[in-house]
């Protein structure tokens, strides 16, 4: 056996890196300090890109006492968090423009698809005053028929659609008309009617 295999030769002692960094690293520039500078700090506002170098120790004593915005107002700190989200970039409002103060009306340019938007309803007024009149709910035909079928039409609300439902079926009931088989008709249809309009959602 060989006193020194081959296999030894592929291996390498790692260098303390950090042995070679404090070589080359200038001094720590607290006051006094001999130690190598090794951590950058920031300098502070109005001075971005510039560090001071500390060693180790002296970098966490700095960070705990640093703060941008010393000497600043709170109006000054708040404008320049505003000003933050825009990456500190000017910006206008939205349709204004150097010439005018107020955006202008959008609506009243509108033509071909875009305008279908101006016609949009707006039964809660969610959009702000609505001046056009509501419109008329068309029934589709079922339920324009289950609606003829109770004797009502396409105005009536929910609380029409109940009442006059419950009027029906008390005189249309097999306990109540006799034995009618004329009425016992009417009866069904009544009841498929309010199925029907019920499944619509208009009771």
């Not at 006094?32 to 890109?49: L, N, S, Y």
């Not at 700190?77 to 505003?82: G, M, N, V």
């Not at 955006?103 to 969610?126: E, K, V």
């Amino acid at each position: 056996m060989k006193p020194y295999p081959k296999y030894f030769d592929k291996i390498r002692v790692r260098q303390d890196r950090d042995a070679e960094v404090k070589s080359h690293a200038p001094l720590c520039q607290w006051d006094g300090c001999k130690e190598p500078g090794t951590h950058r700090a920031p300098v502070g506002r109005m001075k971005e890109g510039e560090y001071f170098r500390f060693c180790f120790d002296h970098v966490r004593e700095y960070n705990k006492g640093f703060n941008y915005f010393s000497g600043l107002a709170d109006s000054d700190i708040a404008r320049f968090q505003k000003e933050a989200l825009t990456g500190h970039r000017p910006t206008w409002k939205m349709g204004a423009s150097a010439g005018t103060r107020s955006a202008p009306d959008f609506a009243q340019h509108r033509s071909g698809r875009a305008g279908y938007y101006r016609n949009i309803g707006d039964p809660f007024n969610l959009f702000g005053e609505s001046h056009a009149a509501p419109r008329e709910r068309k029934a589709r035909p079922l339920e324009a028929k289950a609606l003829e079928t109770l004797g009502l039409d396409a105005r009536a609300t929910g609380k029409d659609i109940k009442a006059r439902y419950k009027e029906l079926v008390k005189r249309h009931h097999p306990d109540a008309n006799g034995g009618d088989r004329g009425s016992e008709d009417r009866f069904r249809d009544v009841l498929q009617a309010y199925r029907v309009l019920k499944q619509a959602g208009l009771c």
